[in-house]
């Protein structure tokens, strides 16, 4: 019982405390390079919830969303690449982005086991809490850390995306109920 | 063509749809880096809207009074006559903070 409350509060604590964010204080400055792979992985990360929820969603406005999520992170991630081709830049793995994708396939496993209008809602509630996570560590640490003016912004465009899509999310998540 | 004289000529056809007001004009709106812009504008009925999206992602012009839904797809246009007056405030679905006025004038 003990183990199960304490993983539980673990759990929450990830979910209230971004782990992104967390990351991001530990280190002292984030590098280009690892900004482009988290911003990158951040992308692909999405982009797999959206894949899941074309199979899975029943409701047509949320197969809808995960469309559009698909397309626009496929847009972005696109740009980011011919970016760091261009300034020659390796994206470099590390913790934040190994962490970012650790919650990430966890939560796919998760939403694996919903169907219908349970997986519907617990889709969209997490891109909701997915995209403010983002938004915030892009805020306060990926933009102002980026040296490079081209990625810092790019990853402005990118902040501008999230936000819609927090708000678009926020608003088939008020129609699901 | 030299920069300044592509100014003076854009200079006089701008100045030209203004001393003309009884003839329809087209406006153009444009969606760059996620923003509208002009995020205001006075058109009159008749006139056409010029949409253009220079972003790589799809954007609409959706009226929030189902007056108009405009589908922009990446780096393409699309035009739509106004037919109706008053002010109508308009958004991307795909991306609601992107809002926008259009104010028409009957």
Known sequence: ?177 | MKPGRFAAIALAVGSLSISVPARAATIEITMENLVISPAEVSAKVGDTITWINKDVFAHTATATNGDFDVMLPPKKSATSVLKKGGTVDYYCRYHPNMKATLKIEP
């Open chain 1, 1 to 177: 019982m003990f183990v199960r409350w304490s993983a539980a509060i673990a759990a929450a604590v990830l979910l209230s405390s971004p782990v992104l964010l967390q990351d991001a204080h530990a280190a002292d400055k984030l590098t280009d390079p690892q900004i482009a792979h988290i911003a990158y992985t951040a992308g692909v990360i999405d982009i797999n919830a959206a894949k899941q929820a074309q199979k899975k969603a029943k409701s047509k406005d949320v197969k809808a969303f995960a469309e559009d999520m698909l397309r626009d992170h496929e847009a972005v991630n696109k740009q980011a690449l011919a970016l760091v081709k261009k300034l020659n830049v390796t994206p470099e793995d590390n913790d934040t982005s190994k962490a970012l994708s650790k919650q990430a396939s966890d939560k796919l496993a998760e939403l694996d086991k919903l169907d219908g209008a349970a997986f519907d809602k617990a889709y969209v509630a997490n891109e909701v809490a997915y995209h403010k996570t983002v938004n915030g560590a892009l805020e306060s640490q990926l933009i102002p850390s980026a040296s490079n003016a081209e990625l810092k912004s790019l990853l402005q465009t990118g902040l501008k995306i999230f936000q819609g899509h927090q708000q678009h999310a926020e608003h088939v998540a008020a129609e699901l109920k």
